[in-house]
């Protein structure tokens, strides 16, 4: 099975489009050694209504070798039926990228990773045949920066739909992962949606960074598309137990963007 075939089974099952984002924060949970357990915690409490999970590595990663033990321990542990997504935004050369591709694919065996296309369709393509997984590539993120570079135009087209050409490249090669972008609400304007084709599209930027449903709503997309929400589970609304927020992001999220 194709990860876009998984994720859509995954979406219908649910009825919602939400990924719940895992990013711990040490200093807000009692400690390093609170994490696994606030892990489990909010892994267990918001599965059932989750797309999927995405979890981010800076978070991880910060908390030096014990936080690779925890990531590493959680994605042993996670639900078979939840893709996992891990949000680790690599970009470098090809000979790197086969060594992060192994890593991410073979060892800890995850769904999908997002990446950083800025240098170019071959460092893509130690990712891109990986039977069953699949990458998101930046292209336009949820930060105001974003207009730096991603919604500039180069001659008639935004750089964006140059990024998108990857996509395109990809799928016209029947390569065997997946590839789909990171869109992010914030910025995810009329002009930018219509400019997106129909691959799927993790989509930031919702709660904690403010985004708007409305955005996607009427676009007429088929693709499984997820919305990611992190901090708004995680870290607000502490008197509501992580299950009540998750139901009332995907009902949200449904909604506006119906499954």
Known sequence: MRYAEKLAQRINATGSRL????????DDSGGIEAIPELLKKVIDETWEYAAAFKPNMA?????????LE???????????????????KRSDIGETQKYYARSYF??????AVTLNPFLGYDTMEPFLDWEGKAIYILAVTSNPGSADFQRQMVGDRYVF?????????AQEEQRKSDVGMVVGLTNASDDVLSRIEDFPLL??????????????AGKGR??????????????KEMEKG????????????????PA
């Open 19 to 26: 990924c719940v984002g895992l990013d711990p924060r040490p």
């Open 59 to 67: 978070y991880f990663e910060a908390m030096g070798l014990r936080g």
């Open 70 to 88: 925890i990531l590493e321990e959680m994605l042993g542990n996670m639900p078979k039926e939840v893709p996992i997504i891990l949000d680790a």
């Open 106 to 111: 073979e060892n800890w065996n995850v769904d």
């Open 161 to 169: 739909e140059l990024v998108q050409d990857i996509c395109k490249r």
């Open 203 to 216: 989509i930031p930027g919702l709660g904690a960074q403010g985004g708007d449903l409305e955005n996607m």
């Open 222 to 235: 088929t693709a499984p598309d997820t919305i990611n929400v992190s901090r708004g589970i995680m870290y």
């Open 242 to 257: 992580y299950a009540q927020k998750a139901k009332e992001w995907a009902d949200k999220i449904a909604a506006a963007y």
